[in-house]
């Protein structure tokens, strides 16, 4: 389970695939619910990737 401020590796991204192999950092104070459909929310991507949503699956710690 992630937590808000970790560094995660994107592995696989439907959301924006230009986000793969990329870090950023979970903003979600708490696990992800309905409204982003279980996915969590990665910033600090890159200046040209805005925030993005991922599935647990779809990351993996730095």
Known sequence: MFKAGDKVRIVRCEDDPRAIGRTGRIVDEVPP???????????????????????????RLA
């Open 33 to 59: 619910g309905p409204l982003t459909e279980g996915r969590w929310t990665v910033d600090r991507i890159s200046w040209l990737i805005g925030p993005v949503l991922c599935h647990t699956s779809e990351l």
